[in-house]
Every structure is written in structure tokens, then in C-alpha cells.
């Protein structure tokens, strides 16, 4: 009987500190405002199982970001590319996006979706020059100033939070592309900040909520926070229920991608600390 008491009292008390830590963060943690922020993924239904709460953080209207979605493959491993591709676009705008022109796929030989695949981060890198800063060959003078069209580009880190290659590609590609920007062009600065997701050890993967302890004392610990213009961190934690929240993310991927929700997908949403919690890290480019 004790154990069922505290057990009730624990199931009432950590989601009300949860809550309570998620109102703290949104409010006076760093955040980013008034950017053109893209982020780069590998497959539809990324943005959902792995970025729903920093999606629905950035395009809260109020602090004015225009947020678009890069994908870099139609997930057609399974013959579902054309399902697939109008599944992210109701996705994103399920998690605020401005509309589904803001949701690009592209689909090209050399980023086919699988398991065993790495792509090339020179094509990725490539590709996003011609996206984001077309005019990079044309001004490579070290006078000119590096300019992009984005601010912040997004993605995963070098473990790509499921190993899977192509999300590990995607940072690789994103290094190399901002890179670029500020190749030859020593003393500028890149006009784009890269942040990626951080993978985090099995038991906090599957920790839901839970994960927030570990996750701020890993922002406490590790995350710069001198510029305030380029933090060096970002926490996003979404709220349990309500707009914008975890009901949300969830909704973002039950209602639109139902073409993934197998059995097993919903143990995942339900207990992954992605649908929950996302923490960025700046990434630090060293120059060529």
C-alpha cells in the first residue's frame, strides 16, 4: 500500500515540476528571434520524432522566425515517396510552420534513404550552397564578407541520435557547408550558426520527460552562454498537453504521417525524450 502511495504521489508531482521547469526554460533560457532558420533532415518524419520542441519553439509567431524544412530524401525506401512527402508538409504545418511551401524534398540518386547508406557530405555541402548561398563562388575574394540567405541551420550531431548514416551524413554535409562560407575569408565570421541535436545514451533516450534533470545540468555544464546573439546552447521542452506542446508533437505525427505509425512507433512517441525535449549545441567550424 505505501508503494502505491508514493507511486501516485510521484505521478502527480513530476509532471507539475516538469511543467513548471518547461515555463522556467521557455521564458528565460537563451532562444532564437527574428532569424530565417532552416532545418535539415534525412527523411519525413524526422521533424516530428526527433524535432518536434525545437519546431514548435521557433515558430511560436511572437519571436518572429521564418522556420523551413530541407529533406533530403522522400524516405522511399519503401515505395511511399510520394505518400510520404505530402505527410512532412501537413507535419510541418501541424508544428507551426507558416505553410507548405516552407517544406522542401529533394530526391536525387545520391541520397537515397537506407540503413547502410552514407552520403557524401561534399554533395550535401554542395547542395546547400547552391540553396542557401549561391553567389559563394562568385565572391571569393577575402574582402568580401560571407553572405547566406539563412541564419541558423539546423540538424542532427555526428552520433545522429539513431546512428542512423544518413542523419550522421547530414552533420558531416552541414560542417562542410558552413565551412565553406568563411574558406579564405579570415577575420569574417560565418553568417550562419549551426547547431545540432545532441544524442544522448539509451536510458535517457527512453526517459520521456524525465531526461529534463540530465539534459539541463549537460546546458549548465557545457553550453557557452558569453554571446547572446550566438548562444551556445539551446533547450527547447515542450509542455504536456495543451498547443504547442507534446500533444502537439504527437499529433504531428499520428494524424500526418500515418503511413510510419506501426505498433512500435507509438512506444516510441510515448516514451522518447525527443517528443519532449530537445538540447543544441553551436557548433565550433574551423576554418580551411
Known amino acids: 500500500m505505501e508503494l502505491l502511495t508514493i507511486f501516485a504521489v510521484l505521478a502527480v508531482v513530476l509532471p507539475s515540476l516538469y511543467i513548471y521547469t518547461a515555463s522556467v526554460v521557455s521564458t528565460r533560457f537563451p532562444k532564437l528571434e527574428n532569424k530565417s532558420i532552416c532545418l535539415l533532415i534525412a527523411h519525413p518524419d524526422d521533424e516530428a520524432m526527433f524535432f518536434a520542441p525545437t519546431v514548435l519553439a521557433l515558430t511560436r509567431p511572437e519571436i518572429g522566425n521564418h522556420v523551413k524544412i530541407l529533406c533530403l530524401s522522400s524516405g522511399d525506401a519503401d515505395g511511399l515517396g510520394e505518400t510520404r512527402k505530402k505527410e512532412l508538409a501537413k507535419s510541418g504545418?501541424?508544428?507551426?510552420?507558416?505553410?507548405?511551401?516552407?517544406?522542401?524534398?529533394?530526391?536525387?540518386?545520391?541520397?537515397?534513404?537506407?540503413?547502410?547508406?552514407?552520403?557524401?557530405?561534399g554533395k550535401i555541402s554542395d547542395l546547400l550552397v547552391s540553396a542557401f548561398a549561391p553567389q559563394l563562388n562568385k565572391s571569393k575574394g577575402a574582402s568580401s564578407p560571407p553572405t547566406a540567405s539563412i541564419d541558423v541551420l539546423i540538424t542532427f550531431d555526428a552520433g545522429g541520435v539513431s546512428s542512423h548514416p544518413n542523419h550522421i551524413s547530414l552533420y558531416h554535409g552541414a560542417k562542410e557547408f558552413v565551412g565553406a562560407l568563411v574558406a579564405g575569408k579570415g577575420g569574417w565570421a560565418s553568417p550562419v550558426d549551426l547547431y545540432t541535436l545532441t544524442t544522448v545514451p539509451i536510458a535517457r533516450k527512453y526517459s520521456a520527460f524525465l531526461d529534463v534533470l540530465p539534459t539541463l545540468l549537460s546546458w549548465a555544464i557545457g553550453a557557452g552562454k558569453r554571446d547572446k546573439k550566438h548562444p551556445g546552447g539551446l533547450v527547447f521542452l515542450n509542455g504536456l498537453a495543451g498547443h504547442g506542446s507534446f500533444t502537439t508533437a504527437w499529433k504531428a505525427m499520428t494524424t500526418a504521417h500515418k503511413s510510419q505509425m506501426v505498433w512500435f512507433r507509438y512506444g516510441w512517441i510515448t516514451l522518447s525524450r525527443y517528443m519532449y525535449i530537445n538540447d543544441l549545441r553551436l557548433e565550433k567550424i574551423k576554418r580551411k
Open 93 to 121: 504545418v501541424v508544428l507551426g510552420l507558416r505553410s507548405t511551401s516552407d517544406v522542401f524534398v529533394v530526391e536525387k540518386p545520391e541520397f537515397r534513404d537506407s540503413m547502410t547508406t552514407t552520403w557524401d557530405a
